[in-house]
């Protein structure tokens, strides 16, 4: 499972997933089409958000 399809699973927008991860919504964007690497705290905070398993984002 990749970032964007877990964020569509959940219905949210990008700009919704950067407020509850505190991420900005540009590096969500980034990391999405692979231009960003999303690390393991990065990857916590959004599976949190997103009701899954961080390691699906490593």
Not at 2 to 7: E, K
Not at 10 to 35: C, D, F, V, W, Y
């Amino acid at each position: 499972m990749n970032l964007r399809g877990a964020r569509t699973r959940e219905s949210l927008t990008q700009l919704h997933l950067a407020e509850l991860t505190g991420i900005p919504q540009r590096h969500i964007s980034e990391m999405e089409n692979g231009k960003r690497p999303i690390g393991k705290e990065r990857a916590r905070a959004l599976a949190k958000a997103l009701n899954t398993d961080y390691r699906h984002f490593l």
